[in-house]
């Protein structure tokens, strides 16, 4: 009798194995293990459970191999490692050290001036490389000393560094916008179907990177008028630099000019291409790549001597740029019958300027091994990637169990029992993310929570743009939320003994709460996501 309750207890258990592996998955990423391993060991355990218990399919994890070999060879997620490539050749060849620097000067001389300075370089690095944890570093180890130095409060320096640094989640281009606008996209194809339209719309990359153009801009702007704030009531935590230590307006403004363009051409040249309609955005990550490694080729090469690499680099840059202007205006395609005497003449140049690219490329990675640091960009590059696509794979086989599991309809019930209908199920979502967001990185909420509760609003009619907007400047909190915000990792680890830890949670605050204003804006005024993806793609 005893063993027989038993087995009506683990069987009374069997409906609720979806929710409770859910449950074991949380367990074990606050455990401290891999979150790959613990996505696809937890999916395992609880599809052997299903088995046993009679309530799950082994089908269901049959196509395990095609969605693995879908992910790897995934056009859109091709421009992951590029993008990842770019920030990490912009890291390594210290261009943020040199705006950092200039923008310090430039801004000194206010009030709250080096916070002002920290924003606005961080919103040009996340436009231009998009990666969190080079930005706090970098800007940890440059700027947070002599903020401090100048008598800048700890906790103010702290969260404007650590908020700078996580501006790369939602200015485009992301690669948390391009990993959503995957999910997204398979999400909103899924519910049309479920819906009957056999025909469904799709969204794509670049959709989500127009329409968090201008929401990212309204999180700078929010950030600048928080500092400016500070600095104007209370002066005593951003003092500004005395003008005796600071060179001439002039000088300053020169030094600037010689540092910014070379940045702002990497972000028109990606950016622009990709609302342009020129470049989709893995071709555009693969110019930018490109452009990241001129730049660091150029700054690398010896200033002495213009043919010893300077010149290659210059002349491939130029290159690259007739090259945007020529696909801009002409129809470079191949073998057309109906081909003007200007478009032969335009591909035959076009093909030319093609062939002077590789010269600068190879003297930029020749100044980049002489100074040692070629073979750590392939290391980083090949190590983040892989992290990323392990936890994918994870997360494949995990999202493939739950739904075996009938986790698919016990979110959408839950979904449908929230109070206030679209509206109700859109703030509990959001509350969801939010609070994962204290535990769990980016990356597993959008492989494992995404897929699970974008297709139920979607089919509830909420606009995936827009949903994928809101979705990014959520996740973007995660990354300062305590204890397990990854910014404050990073800036903990440069940050200088004198600051504490309880210092940079402080300072994050304000921040945190800035960014559930802006997500409470985007969710009153869903224009702001919508209206620039629907003037440019519509």
């Known amino acids: 009798m005893d063993l027989f309750g038993g087995d009506l ?64 060879t995934n056009t859109t997620l091709i421009a992951v490692p590029m993008f990842i490539l770019m920030g990490v050749i912009l890291e390594k060849a210290k261009i943020a050290e040199d705006l950092l620097d200039e923008m310090a000067k430039l801004f000194g001389s206010l009030r709250g001036g080096l916070g002002v300075s920290v924003t606005i370089v961080g919103a040009l690095l996340a436009a231009s490389t998009g ?24 906790a103010f320096a702290a969260g404007s560094i650590a908020a700078a640094g996580t501006l ?32 469904p719309d799709t969204i794509s990359v670049g959709d989500l990177f127009a329409g968090a153009l201008f929401p990212g801009l309204l999180l700078v702007a929010l950030y600048l008028s928080y500092q400016i704030a500070v600095a104007l009531f209370d002066g005593k935590k951003a003092p500004a630099i005395p003008a005796a230590e600071l060179s001439s307006r002039a000088e300053v403004w020169r030094a600037a000019m010689k540092t910014l363009p070379a940045p702002l051409i990497l972000i028109i040249a990606v950016l622009g291409s990709i609302l342009a309609g020129v470049a ?42 007739g090259l945007l202007a020529l696909t ?27 062939a002077l ?56 019930n839950a979904l449908d029992a929230l109070p206030g209908g679209v509206i109700g199920a859109m703030i509990g979502v959001m509350l969801i993310m939010f609070v994962l967001g204290f535990f769990l990185d980016f990356i597993e909420i959008t492989f494992v ?24 400047v959520n996740l973007q909190t995660s990354f300062l939320t305590p204890p397990f915000g ?17 210092d940079i949670y402080r300072g994050v605050l304000p921040f945190i709460a800035i960014q559930l204003l802006a997500l409470l804006v985007l969710a009153l005024l869903p224009g702001l996501a919508t209206w620039l993806p629907g003037q440019l793609y519509d």
Request: aromatic fraction near 8%; hydrophobic fraction near 55%; proline fraction near 5%.
């Open 9 to 72: 207890c683990l069987c009374s258990l069997a409906p609720w194995l979806d929710v409770a592996m859910i449950i074991a998955l949380c367990a074990f990423i606050l455990a401290g293990y891999p979150v790959a391993f613990s996505l696809a060991g937890t999916a395992l355990v609880f599809a052997a459970l299903g088995l046993s218990f009679g309530v799950f399919d082994i089908g269901y994890i049959r196509p395990l191999p095609q969605r693995i070999y879908g992910a790897v």
């Open 131 to 154: 990666i969190v944890g080079a930005t706090v570093v970098t800007m940890g180890l440059l700027s947070l000393p002599t903020m401090l130095r100048r008598g800048y409060d700890g």
């Open 168 to 199: 790369g989640q939602i200015i485009p281009p992301s690669i948390v916008l391009i990993l959503l606008g995957d999910v997204i996209s398979n999400a909103y194809q899924k519910a049309q179907l479920e819906m009957g339209a056999f025909a």
């Open 280 to 321: 989709t955005p893995t071709e555009a990550a693969s110019v930018g790549a490109v452009g990241a490694l001129l730049i660091a080729g150029l700054r690398l090469a010896p200033k002495d001597r213009f043919f010893n690499g300077r010149g290659a680099v210059i002349l491939s840059a130029v290159s690259i740029v």
């Open 328 to 354: 801009a205006f002409v129809d470079l395609r191949v073998g057309r019958e109906s081909a003007s005497a200007f478009e032969t003449v335009a591909t035959w140049l076009a093909a030319g300027l093609c």
């Open 357 to 412: 690219i590789p010269l600068g490329l190879v003297s930029s990675m020749a100044c980049l091994a002489r100074e040692k640091s070629l073979r750590p960009i392939a290391d980083q590059t090949a190590r983040v990637t892989t992290m990323v696509f392990t936890i994918l794979i994870g997360a494949a086989m995990f999202s493939l169990v739950f739904r075996g599991l009938g986790g698919e309809e016990t979110v959408h």
């Open 449 to 472: 929570v995404v897929p699970l509760v974008a297709p139920v609003l979607l089919k509830m009619g909420v606009d995936p743009v827009w949903l994928g907007v809101m979705i990014a």
């Open 486 to 502: 990854f910014a404050l990792f990073y800036l903990r680890g440069v940050a200088p003994a004198c600051v504490r830890t309880i």
